[in-house]
């Protein structure tokens, strides 16, 4: 499973069309379009509000006349929404029958298979306590409504965090589970510049503490999709005689080409690693990440990431566990 992020068209580098999407060479089955939103009369509508964007998604479900197998999905939410919005939706029944009947129209309208809450997150971000049981009711109204309406093949899936703090504080998972068609587990963004020190984007350790502990609960491993990130996180060290995971930063590092402070894509990445452009490049068999550091300017950046190498261990982590599958953020 992959995600597209609607702002790739635009970007002023490496501009991916929704349309130009490889599909059958990474093998995806299914795709996800990221985001649409939710008005302030609790219905689902394109990010924005208005209808400029339905073209864009005619171009991303176009996707499946050359790949008829292929699954699409709109991801509703994400990190920049309103998350207050999906609190209201699930406030009542009568507010996630609405909801829930507006998803059914959109998904019919412009010819996705499903939808993909992206709430970011229940009670503990923007939320309040009442989340925790409103989301499982939420799910529950889309999976009825899906079946109401005659559409038992459509897909409702959730993207959780990964750390376990938020999922106790927020996630019901053995309750939405039987609602769910499968979670997409964002396993990446561990360690960042809003820490004090560096760390692991992405580390096997802490993913592996999160899935003992979601698997414990007694919900099927092949309801979970283990996320992975194409980029890496760029810190900015304070010691340049201290630059492996757990020394001290002072925000964000190096800035790549999507804009975002601290991102760097893996188209990037390659590069850094084709042309030797790094101090050091090594692999933490702790967190079965990679950690590159660079000097620009004077300044050191200390770089988390993924390899080849080390994504093909947290493939075989999926295969080993009975995972549902993997997933990209993001596919372009």
């Not at 093998?27 to 400029?52: K, P, R």
């Not at 992206?118 to 899906?146: H, Q, S």
């Not at 589970?177 to 992405?202: C, E, K, Q, R, T």
Request: proline share 3%; charged share 20%; glycine share 10%.
């Amino acid at each position: 499973l992959g995600y597209y992020s609607s702002w790739a068209d635009t970007r002023w580098c490496n501009q991916i069309q929704p349309d130009e999407i490889d599909v059958q060479k990474f093998g995806y089955t299914h795709l996800v379009y990221a985001f649409g939103g939710i008005s302030e009369e609790g219905e689902i509508e394109s990010f924005y509000g208005n209808t400029l964007e339905y073209a864009e998604f005619q171009k991303f479900n176009s996707l499946k006349n050359d790949n008829p197998e292929l699954k699409t999905l709109l991801a509703i939410g994400g990190w920049n929404f309103d998350q207050t919005r999906f609190s209201s939706v699930s406030s009542s029944p009568s507010r996630r029958r609405k909801f829930a009947k507006s998803v059914v129209v959109f998904l019919e309208t412009h010819g996705f298979d499903g939808v993909d809450l992206d709430w970011e997150y229940p009670v503990t971000r923007m939320g309040v306590p009442e989340d925790y049981g409103n989301y499982p009711k939420l799910c529950r109204a889309i999976m009825e409504e899906f079946q109401r309406s005659g559409h038992e093949d459509y897909i409702l899936s959730v993207a959780t965090s990964i750390s376990v703090q938020h999922l106790q504080d927020g996630f019901d998972l053995v309750e939405m589970a039987p609602w769910v068609s499968f979670f997409n587990v964002m396993s990446y963004d561990i360690y960042g510049s809003w820490h004090d020190v560096a760390g692991a984007l992405a580390g096997l350790d802490y993913i592996s503490n999160t899935f003992d502990y979601m698997l414990g609960l007694g919900v099927n491993p092949s309801k979970f999709v283990l996320g992975l990130a194409a980029y890496g996180r760029s810190t900015k060290l304070v010691d340049s005689n201290c630059t492996t995971a757990g020394c001290p930063i002072d925000g964000a590092g190096m800035t790549g080409c999507l804009g975002e402070p601290g991102v760097i894509p893996t188209f990037e990445l390659v590069d850094f690693m084709e042309t030797g452009n790094y101090l050091s490049l090594v692999k933490n068999n702790e967190t079965d990440t990679m950690e590159m550091v660079n000097e620009i300017d004077g300044d050191i950046f200390f770089t988390s990431f993924d390899s080849e190498e080390t994504f093909n261990i947290k493939y075989q982590y999926a295969f080993t566990n009975c995972l549902r599958g993997i997933m990209w953020w993001a596919v372009d």
